[in-house]
């Protein structure tokens, strides 16, 4: 199999077969691929876009290159939600305490700042001694003590995801449906929770300018879920004003 007959193939729009996409995201992923061969792969992504098939298989292909967060031993629901990013948006910080006062256990992987958004971690890590790097039995623990645990996203969990969300960070591939999509869906399918509510923003402060992209990208993650054996919902919500 060849990378560059995979991009090329992506950048005539044509379909990429599982094993084509398994190809490139463990090639990358294992440093077997560079870096500016990757991003002509995003950026073909970013103009041909990707079936349903496709992006369920490139998600898939991100949750295996690591592990998974095994939460069967914890009591209860396990639930997760995820907004896609906008400007001063804390729901994280306010939402998730009130779902685990109200009994749910939530288990939650949150993300770093992505374009011009910044990420939930960062805000945690700006507290003075305050770790996110928490090892699954750490978090396991805090989970089923407090009915909450956040965790940042560890290097055992989606490296691939990792790695290719840092590429697509400097290579104006940031705001692709099918590579949000993905990205999202593996570190929610890696955290092991049973539900998820996914907060898609919309709006000049969003990576989604347009309610109707909110609705596309919506769309897809919730198509991923179901493939997944997540239940899953999704709201949209303006980033044109402070929430």
Not at 109 to 122: C, K, P
Not at 127 to 152: D, H, M, V, W, Y
Not at 169 to 187: E, F, G, N, Q, R
Request: charged residues 20%.
């Amino acid at each position: 199999m060849n990378v560059t007959d995979i991009i090329n193939k992506k950048k005539k729009k044509q379909e990429l077969s599982c094993a084509e996409i398994e190809y490139i995201v463990n090639g990358y992923t294992q440093d077997l691929i560079p870096d500016y061969q990757m991003a002509a792969f995003l950026m073909a992504v970013w103009f041909s876009g990707m079936s349903g098939r496709e992006t369920g298989d490139y998600t898939h292909a991100l949750v295996n290159t690591g592990e998974r967060i095994d939460l069967s031993g914890i009591s209860g629901r396990k639930v997760d939600k995820h907004s896609t990013g906008g400007v001063g948006d804390k729901v994280t910080l306010i939402a998730l305490p009130l779902a685990a006062l109200s009994g749910a256990k939530v288990a939650k992987m949150s993300g770093r700042g992505l374009g011009h958004t910044g990420g939930t971690i960062d805000k945690l890590e700006s507290i003075p001694g305050f770790r996110t790097a928490l090892t699954q039995k750490e978090f396991c623990g805090i989970l089923e003590k407090n009915g909450l645990a956040i965790t940042s996203q560890t290097s055992s969990l989606t490296p691939g995801d990792s790695k290719i969300y840092a590429l697509r960070d400097v290579t104006a591939t940031v705001d692709s449906i099918p590579l949000i999509a993905a990205s999202i869906m593996s570190k929610k399918i890696a955290s092991g929770a049973d539900c998820l509510v996914l907060d898609v923003k919309a709006g000049s402060g969003a990576f989604m300018k347009t309610q109707a992209d909110a609705r596309r990208l919506a769309e897809e993650m919730l198509k991923i879920a179901g493939l997944s054996g997540i239940k899953a919902t999704a709201v949209i919500s303006s980033m044109d004003q402070p929430l």
